[in-house]
């Protein structure tokens, strides 16, 4: 089992619809981050938690602590959207632990 | 400046080329590493440079080789590669220590091609 865990793996909407993507993890971390990545593209960080919510435009994060879990949500979503979303979670000494990743794909 | 530059983009190179990777950050970051990543798979640890020392080698073959002239610099040599290296190199920093998260800020990354 891997230690983070993201869900839905891919995942196609429609433009305007609010998207969800979660991240469960088992390790004990000092941070989470989402990150987004296009295709062929560099990595973008998005967020980084370690507690409570985040908002920035139209995307939220959120971080349970106690439950071992983060969602992503995107409101309002657009084409431009469609991408690779990734959870990471620092453990010890900095090191980052990658989720496998969710496809989003957001049709017009 | 809140960025990690890497250069160049996109690289050609033989298998009997010598090349050179290069990744610059001026956020005064302590913890420097290169990350390799196979196309729709997650980023994978190579090496991690702390106060310009080499921390973590994650058992990365002797043909990739590391270096961190200053604390704002990092290089990734490439000599005598194989096809199976062709991959986008992922350079990130953060700070080495202080508060619980570490700021961790990722480049765009060097699409590497080896022919």
């Known amino acids: 089992k891997n230690e983070v865990e993201q869900s839905p793996q891919n995942l196609t909407a429609q433009e305007g619809e609010f998207i969800t993507i979660n991240c469960s993890y088992s390790v004990g971390i000092s941070a989470l981050h989402w990150l987004q990545q296009h295709p062929g593209g560099g990595i973008v960080s998005l967020f980084m938690l370690s507690s409570g919510k985040k908002k920035h435009g139209r995307l939220i994060a959120t971080i349970n602590i106690q439950e071992k879990h983060s969602s992503l949500h995107i409101t309002a979503s657009h084409p431009r959207d469609s991408a690779v979303y990734i959870c990471a979670v620092e453990t010890s000494g900095s090191r980052l632990t990658f989720g496998e990743g969710t496809q989003l794909t957001v049709n017009p | 400046d809140t960025e990690v530059t890497q250069t160049p983009k996109h690289l050609v190179m033989g298998m009997t080329n010598k090349k050179s990777l290069k990744c610059e950050q001026h956020m005064g970051h302590r913890a420097m590493y290169w990350y390799k990543q196979k196309a729709k798979k997650p980023p994978e640890l190579m090496f991690v440079y702390s106060y310009e020392k080499l921390s973590i080698n994650e058992s990365v073959p002797s043909r990739f080789s590391p270096e961190c002239p200053n604390s704002s610099l990092l290089n990734l040599h490439l000599h005598a590669l194989q096809p199976e290296d062709s991959a986008l190199y992922l350079c990130?920093?953060?700070?080495?220590?202080?508060?619980?998260?570490?700021?961790?800020?990722f480049g765009s990354g060097t699409r590497l091609t080896v022919v």
């Open positions: 990130a920093s953060s700070r080495a220590k202080g508060p619980s998260n570490y700021g961790y800020t």
